[in-house]
């Protein structure tokens, strides 16, 4: 199984977050912590993959850990949810986000039809600091993998999108990308998308090169047949069968 999932708590378990230290912090109290800083750290470890979508995050277990009261808690998973990372049920709680196939291609349907239009918008027109941070992003994707941190390289994905789509100028297409691009993150971990497939960084650099050059039309396409090559590896890591179980091994005595 690829290492995506390997640091994830399995579907349906309760939640413990690990301290900054990687300490397990359960039963440890922190100091009081503020709103902004548990809606930090718990969206690091949902984007991270430390937690696995479905999760349950139980908020007397989160009130514990950060050594605070429900009220801010349930602000910080109620920001989580309007970002499309947690699912908020009055009665049941909250739960980190478990997309679906048919969420899947739609998010990948709504990605294609924001982000290449704004790749084929923006080139020539966007400025050179936008670039610089395209490239120092893609920059540090390259060294996280060749460093064989894989979960953090695709992690940093999102940046790369959400970055690229500020340079629009359009507060709606940024407030959308956020949720999407985080509900991309949940279904590489949920259908286990070998991190290869999850995170081809060559294209974020010929994404930027083609808007540096500027060329509309090549930043637009490389944009759509990107976007698409991710989300169709998650629908065939979805799709994929289950590997056939040979019952005589597992109850040989
Ligand atoms: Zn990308």
Do not use: W
């Amino acid at each position: 199984m690829p290492k995506l999932m390997s640091q994830s708590l399995p579907l349906g378990s309760t939640y413990v977050l690990e301290s900054a230290g990687g300490e397990t912090a359960s039963g440890r109290t922190q100091q009081d912590l503020p709103g902004d800083e548990i809606y930090q750290r718990i969206r690091d470890s949902v984007l991270r993959n430390r937690i696995a979508p479905g999760t349950k995050l139980a908020e007397v277990k989160l009130c514990e850990l950060f050594g605070t009261n429900r009220e801010t808690v349930r602000r910080a998973l109620i920001r989580l949810a309007s970002d499309g990372l947690v699912d908020y049920f009055p009665k049941r709680g909250a739960f980190v986000a478990s997309p679906s196939e048919a969420q899947v291609e739609q998010v990948r349907d709504a990605r294609v039809a924001i982000e290449s239009d704004i790749s084929g918008r923006i080139a020539g027109r966007v400025d050179q600091s936008v670039l610089q941070e395209l490239s120092r992003i893609a920059t540090e994707q390259i060294e996280l993998r060749q460093a064989g941190d894989l979960d953090a390289a695709v992690a940093l994905s999102g940046s790369f999108h959400v970055t690229l789509a500020q340079a629009s100028g359009n507060a709606f297409c940024v407030k959308y990308l956020v949720e999407l691009t985080a509900l991309t993150s949940l279904a590489l971990a949920k259908f286990a998308v070998p991190p290869e497939s999850a995170c081809p960084i060559e294209e974020h650099v010929d994404i930027t090169a083609a808007l540096r050059a500027p060329d509309g039309v090549q930043a637009a396409n490389l944009m759509r047949a990107h976007l698409e090559r991710v989300h169709n590896a998650i629908l065939q890591s979805a799709r994929r069968p289950a590997p056939s179980v040979d019952l005589g091994s597992l109850m040989r005595p």
